[in-house]
């Protein structure tokens, strides 16, 4: 699949878009589980990560080693842009991203389904993971 049409599927428009980042944020935010809500985060994105980390990480480790891994790369690279930026070495984002990659699969292991429930409470349900993943990252970062 290219990348075009990978952010149709995920946003429900074509790339580029004038409704893209409206529906980037209704359809993650009012995702009825903590993995929805990052199929539908920044497509662009995730579409490079999966292509150039899960996916070659898969062929070597089982699915939810590979996704963890892919969550910590993700944030060392938000990270690693902040350290070029302020020529220090700062880590908030590597153990944020490795605590919500731990929410993903925990959620998907339990099998935690809030899709039945408003819209309204499943953003506030996924932001309150995104939110306390931060304090804790906060309280341990480096």
Same mark, same amino acid.
């Given at each position: *699949?290219n ?8 946003? &429900?428009v074509?790339? $580029? %878009? @004038?409704? @893209?980042?409206?529906? *980037? ?6 995702a $009825?589980t903590?993995?929805? =809500?990052w199929q %539908? !985060?920044?497509?662009?994105w @995730?579409y ?5 980390? =899960?996916k070659?990480l898969?062929?070597?480790f089982?699915?939810?080693? @590979?996704?963890?891994?892919?969550? +910590?790369?993700c944030? =060392?690279? %938000?990270d690693? +842009?902040i *350290?070029l930026?302020? !020529?220090?070495i /700062? ?8 605590? *919500? &990659?731990?929410? +993903?699969?925990? &959620?998907?292991y339990?099998?935690?389904d809030?899709?039945?429930?408003? !819209?309204?409470?499943r953003a506030?349900?996924? /932001?309150?993971i ?7 990252a906060?309280? +341990?970062?480096?």
């Open positions: *699949m990348l075009s049409d990978y952010v149709k599927r995920r946003n &429900g074509p790339l $580029g %878009h @004038s409704d @893209s980042l409206r529906n *980037m944020f209704i359809r993650s935010l009012g $009825g903590f993995s929805k =809500f %539908h !985060w920044n497509p662009i @995730s490079y990560l999966g292509k150039n980390i =899960f070659p898969k062929l070597i089982p699915q939810a080693l @590979s996704l963890l891994i892919t969550f +910590v790369a944030g =060392f690279i %938000h690693l +842009v *350290m930026l302020k !020529w220090k /700062t880590l908030l984002l590597t153990p944020w991203f490795f605590l *919500m &990659g731990i929410c +993903v699969i925990l &959620g998907d339990a099998k935690i809030y899709s039945k429930f408003p !819209w309204i409470v506030i349900l996924n /932001t309150t995104i939110s306390s993943c931060l304090l804790i906060y309280q +341990v970062r480096i």
